[in-house]
């Protein structure tokens, strides 16, 4: 099989018209993921109290919504890093990541997506405690107004998938890391 895929990738060019070429199955995954965008991400799940801490987030449109407070793994970053940098960044808080709560996967269709093309995001999932700090709006950025909400009022926000996700982690603790998908319905798909 595997000299077989290096003939494929070597063999001289064809009339594209005339003649299909096999592609070794490595090159069509290559070839698929360059039209999907990607994007690592860690997230802070703080409960205190029968509280959850939520930031708002605010899209370039304007529209609002809570979410975790989380983001973007910046290239040749740890996640448990950037889990404490996301949350001091969004909150004023300082933290530490007490246990991984799982890795949720999801690829959100290009008709979905914000940018109109397909995407995927992965999204890693801390149970992290508060150390210090003090509780802050986010300058210039993307979120605002972190707040403490009770957990039983969660469910009537407009919100993220990621809380019900982070929430569905942090209450089953799977073995695998994985909850089943959290449906989408009336919650923002982020």
């Excluded at 290239?75 to 808080?93: C, I, K, M, Q, S």
């Excluded at 982690?169 to 798909?189: D, E, F, K, N």
């Amino acid at each position: 099989m595997i000299e077989e895929d290096l003939r494929c990738r070597h063999r001289p060019p064809v009339n594209p018209s005339t003649e299909v070429v096999p592609v070794a199955p490595s090159e069509a995954q290559a070839m698929e993921t360059e039209t999907m965008s990607f994007r690592l991400a860690a997230y802070a799940l703080c409960i205190e109290d029968g509280q959850v801490l939520l930031v708002r987030h605010v899209s370039p449109e304007g529209e609002s919504n809570w979410t975790l407070p989380g983001g973007k793994v910046e290239h040749g970053e740890d996640p448990l890093d950037a889990v404490t940098r996301e949350l001091t960044e969004e909150t004023g808080y300082r933290g530490s990541a007490e246990r991984l709560l799982g890795v949720d996967s999801r690829v959100i269709p290009a008709s979905a997506a914000r940018a109109g093309t397909e995407h995927q995001n992965v999204g890693v999932f801390y149970r992290v405690r508060i150390t210090g700090g003090r509780l802050r709006p986010e300058s210039n950025g993307e979120t605002t107004e972190p707040t403490w909400i009770p957990s039983l009022d969660v469910e009537r926000l407009r919100r993220s998938s990621l809380v019900d996700i982070g929430l569905a982690l942090a209450r089953t603790l799977p073995a695998t890391g994985h909850v089943a998908s959290v449906p989408v319905g009336g919650l923002i798909q982020h």
